[in-house]
């Protein structure tokens, strides 16, 4: 007698417990797997072949600790920076680019407290310790890093000192109005009422056409 083999084209109940490798009654058991090597399953049906890394090139210094960042500009265009103990070095199509190195403020304990923002051709890069800096792509072979500068900003808390502020005098640019005329200065609309001074007499109670 042939061996039958169904066709099973969903895998997202992942992989079942050996207990449950005979249970073709259940409901999940159709979209189940004995074992799942190398593969993700994914929530519409499918698998996919998991990601996986290779060695491209030795680190600057073996002996500290590095941190990898991607840099990714476009789905043609993308690096991945070795950040390691006072530089930062660029990776693209895997293998090094040149001989770039960028210098960096960042030491070997700070690497992993660093975070990063990205945005086209630019990376800030910012740690509670050192000023916000950020990293700029000209070129292939052309990378800076240099100091973000703020257009309004960063500002302290407010109030955390005893720090006060008195101001030598008080005052208003306009007086209280009396009349048209006193104390200073003249009020007047177009049609020459007599009583418009009332709008800068301070009381909340006075009026006027």
């Given at each position: 007698m042939t061996t039958l083999y169904p066709v099973q084209d969903a895998f997202i109940r992942g992989e079942i417990s050996p207990r449950l490798h005979a249970r073709a009654s259940l409901e999940l058991y159709r979209a189940a797997l004995s074992k799942c090597t190398n593969f993700v399953?994914?929530?519409?049906?499918?698998?996919?072949?998991?990601?996986?890394?290779?060695?491209?090139?030795?680190?600057?210094?073996?002996?500290?600790?590095?941190?990898?960042?991607?840099?990714?500009?476009?789905?043609?265009?993308?690096?991945?920076?070795?950040?390691g103990d006072l530089y930062i070095r660029v990776y693209a199509y895997g293998a090094r680019v040149g001989t770039v190195e960028v210098a960096a403020p960042y030491l070997e304990a700070d690497l992993f407290d660093l975070q990063f923002v990205q945005s086209a051709d630019q990376m800030w890069i910012t740690h509670k310790d050192y000023p916000v800096k950020v990293l700029t792509r000209t070129?292939?072979?052309?990378?800076?890093?240099?100091?973000?500068?703020?257009?309004?900003?960063?500002?302290?808390?407010?109030?955390?000192?005893?720090?006060?502020?008195?101001?030598?005098?008080?005052?208003?640019?306009?007086?209280?109005?009396?009349?048209?005329?006193?104390?200073?200065?003249?009020?007047?609309?177009?049609?020459?009422?007599?009583?418009?001074?009332q709008a800068f007499g301070g009381d909340k109670q006075e009026g006027w056409t």
């Open positions: 399953t994914l929530p519409h049906g499918g698998i996919r072949k998991r990601g996986g890394t290779y060695f491209c090139a030795e680190v600057n210094n073996s002996s500290k600790a590095t941190r990898l960042i991607p840099f990714i500009f476009s789905a043609d265009q993308a690096y991945a920076l070795e950040f070129a292939h072979t052309t990378w800076t890093l240099a100091d973000f500068v703020f257009l309004d900003g960063p500002y302290d808390k407010i109030n955390t000192t005893a720090t006060t502020l008195t101001p030598a005098a008080t005052g208003n640019a306009m007086p209280v109005m009396a009349s048209n005329t006193l104390p200073s200065g003249t009020v007047s609309n177009s049609n020459g009422s007599s009583d418009v001074w």
